[in-house]
């Protein structure tokens, strides 16, 4: 503490306003698989809008029902954190290749003109519909050739270059003294119109527009002879570039593996999927735009020029470099993943691009060869050819057998980061309750309890197989007795942080437009949440109150009182999902795995002891490297004592006592650095078996004295 020396008034705060800390008790972790999204990695999602858009929608061809499960979850509560399993070795991102093409260009000589008078060109340019882009051409006037300059100035100085607004440009040319009038667009289909005048009337053709050069040197004119006037002359550009085994393609490819990033035309002309749309714009620029379902969802302005735009600098080419939220992309060559070194300007070769020696070009004239050889060195102003592409070939990932299916989903907690169900051992996500819906592997379900053991963080629902049988069958496979076709089982059930649903429940699924036989623990979890938001996690999520389910249309098996008795009782662990014919389908038993009859037996008392325990640790956090003495017992203890008494205010406890003094912190603890405290419990217990007992009396028993 700070002494004070000298006379004055000094002002000293300190902060004694510790309070324990608000935890949500109905975080959901679902395990399973799914169309789309990002693979063993515990995503957070608040609604339902959000599961479709990042994992997609649920379908038959989809093993297990995670997704059934998040959607109907997410109606109670806000907070899930869904995990995509998926199998390396079958996971394929959709893909899509854009092929790149040459603008066409016309290439003014360095040398003079050859005439004394200035030139006038009429210029139309044409998409790749040929389809004109000015209304009328355009007109520019060069100045008279004084072989003082490069062409290049020139042209710019008249023409312009890297103008969005302009559909040509001037560009250097492929020597140093060269200009290019380039078109804006790429392809075989797009072409300029270059009619040469001698007078501002534009009606006197000039001769040896462009020099006299029509060899293959690179100075001439596009097969346009010297001595031959210029009018109304197509150039085209390039259909594609490639290398002589297969063409350059920038290959765009789903961010993630998955069906759902295939774009596909549903029977009424909805557009799915994604579809990758490439726009040409004026100089080297260009964009790239992902339509999902039709829609532009990202637009990316890019360039093969290092102007801060480079493709492979705005478009990511990995997963960890999440540019953009849909797709990745490389640049091919000969069919290769191409090492691309960005172009220093536009008329940049395509060798300096891809860092291959030779180039073949289709479909006409290319870069500033003169003649329409089959081979061309140098290729110039590249860019994508204007097209909107289909992404194919994704798929979901999803094993082809149950045992390796079972690997996917368990995961492996060695691995940084965790995968599969691993990935719920995460303090940070504060999992309340976890389920594998769907999925009645017995390696899975064991896993998961096992994790739930482990962590003592969550409550881990499980359930027999649809099609197990009668009542006797579900007690035989929770018991580890079954060996039935719909799914066996060797060993038992028994865990305090595990809890089992029975029968399968029947909803009419709208995504496949049928009645699909629901996962119990779906609903289980769903009204574990809803619980929570109408009363606390110390109440029971069973009952009419807070287990009447409204959704599901029917049981799988109908259960009689005996049966449920057999279910819940003499020592099975088994929650009845019940059809009653006025109250309807509910949720009729609270009983965790645990055989031994103690307090956490039942699913309100473990989910409260989950709940003290987080709480405890979080707000203990403080306390640690305190003084281990009679001042910090006391702050421990004035942390927890109201804490509990709030519980016990909200009808979660009975009573309850805090010890944390000598007593529990005994000279060997406080020399080992250890500071014990003591919380004695009385949980409150559930009213589960109501009697109401009548006695009949005769008439002349005084009531009053019974």
């Known amino acids: 503490m700070v002494n004070f020396n000298s006379p004055g008034v000094y002002v000293v705060e300190k902060d004694n306003s510790d309070y324990p800390v608000a935890l949500n008790s109905s975080v959901v972790g679902i395990v399973g698989f799914a169309s789309k999204g990002p693979i063993d990695v515990a995503t957070l999602i608040t609604s339902q809008s959000q599961l479709v858009e990042t994992f997609g929608l649920p379908s038959e061809n989809i093993v297990g029902q995670g997704l059934e499960a998040a959607l109907e979850i997410l109606e109670t509560t806000n907070t899930l954190y869904f995990i995509r399993a998926s199998d390396e070795d079958s996971a394929v991102d959709a893909s899509a290749g854009v092929s790149i093409g040459s603008c066409p260009s016309l290439v003014v000589s360095g040398n003079d003109y050859g005439i004394t008078n200035p030139l006038f060109l009429k210029v139309q340019a044409y998409d790749n519909n040929g389809i004109a882009q000015y209304v009328t051409p355009k007109e520019f006037s060069l100045p008279i050739g004084t072989g003082t300059g490069t062409q290049y100035d020139v042209l710019r100085s008249v023409i312009g270059g890297n103008l969005e607004s302009e559909h040509v440009g001037a560009f250097e040319g492929p020597s140093d003294a060269s200009g290019a009038i380039v078109g804006s667009y790429a392809g075989s289909g797009a072409s300029l119109s270059v009619s040469a005048y001698s007078d501002s009337a534009f009606t006197t053709p000039t001769p040896a527009l462009m020099g006299t050069d029509s060899s293959a040197t690179g100075e001439a004119n596009f097969g346009i002879s010297g001595s ?106 000969a069919g290769s993943l191409a090492t691309a070194s960005e172009l220093t300007n536009f008329a940049g070769t395509a060798a300096s691009l891809f860092g291959v020696s030779e180039f073949h070009v289709h479909d006409g004239l290319l870069g500033y060869h003169a003649t329409n050889s089959a081979t061309a060195t140098g290729t110039r102003w590249l860019k994508p050819i204007e097209a909107t592409t289909v992404m194919t070939g994704g798929t979901n990932g999803i094993a082809a057998t149950a045992n390796l299916r079972a690997v996917d989903l368990i995961g492996d907690a060695s691995q940084e980061p965790k995968s599969g169900m691993q990935s719920l051992d995460d303090l940070t996500l504060n999992i309340g309750i976890a389920l594998v819906p769907g999925i009645y592997t017995e390696s899975v379900q064991n896993a998961l309890i096992t994790l739930a053991e482990k962590t003592s963080d969550f409550l881990a629902l499980v359930a027999p197989p649809v099609a197990v049988g009668n009542p006797q069958a579900a007690i035989d496979w929770t018991n580890g007795k079954s060996s039935s076709t719909a799914g066996s089982r060797s060993s038992a059930i028994t865990s305090s942080y595990a809890a089992v649903y029975y029968p399968h429940l029947k909803v009419f699924n709208i995504h496949d437009g049928k009645d699909i036989w629901y996962d119990p623990t779906i609903f289980a ?40 008795d057999s279910l819940y009782s003499g020592g099975n662990v088994i929650n009845p999902v019940v059809s009653f014919p006025q109250q309807g389908i509910t949720i009729f038993g609270q009983r965790t795995a645990q055989r031994n009859p103690t307090a956490l037996d039942r699913i309100n008392v473990r989910r409260l002891m989950i709940y003290i325990k987080k709480v405890a640790l979080a707000s203990a956090q403080r306390v640690v490297f305190e003084p281990n003495d009679e001042f910090t017992w006391a702050k421990v203890e004035a942390l927890v004592g109201p804490f509990l008494d709030d519980i016990k205010r909200r009808r979660g406890l009975t009573e309850f006592r805090v010890v944390c003094d000598s007593t529990t912190n005994t000279p060997v603890r406080v020399d080992r650095n250890e500071l014990w405290c003591k919380v004695l419990l009385k949980p409150t217990k559930t009213a589960e078996v109501i009697v109401f007992e009548l006695n009949l009396t005769n008439q002349s028993a005084n009531l009053g004295n019974l």
């Not at 080297?284 to 290092?306: A, H, M, N, R």
């Open 228 to 333: 031959v006037g210029v009018s109304a002359t197509r150039v085209y550009g390039s259909t594609y570039v490639d290398t002589g085994a297969s063409s350059i393609q920038y290959i765009a490819e789903s961010l993630y593996p998955g069906e759902s990033y295939n774009g596909l035309t549903k029977s009424d002309g909805t557009l799915t999927g994604l579809r990758i749309q490439t726009r040409n714009v004026g100089g080297g620029d260009f964009f790239v735009d992902v339509l999902e379902d039709g829609i532009v969802y990202e637009s990316f302005k890019t360039s093969f020029v290092g102007s801060g735009l480079f493709i492979e600098d705005v478009i990511n080419t990995g997963n960890q470099n999440a540019t953009t939220t849909d797709i990745k992309g490389n640049l091919y060559a």
């Open 525 to 564: 979890a769903r009204q574990m949440a809803y619980t929570d938001s109408v009363a606390d996690s110390w109440f029971a999520p069973a009952g009419f109150v807070r287990g009447r389910l409204s959704k599901p249309s029917e049981v799988e098996v109908k259960l009689n009182q005996g049966d449920r």
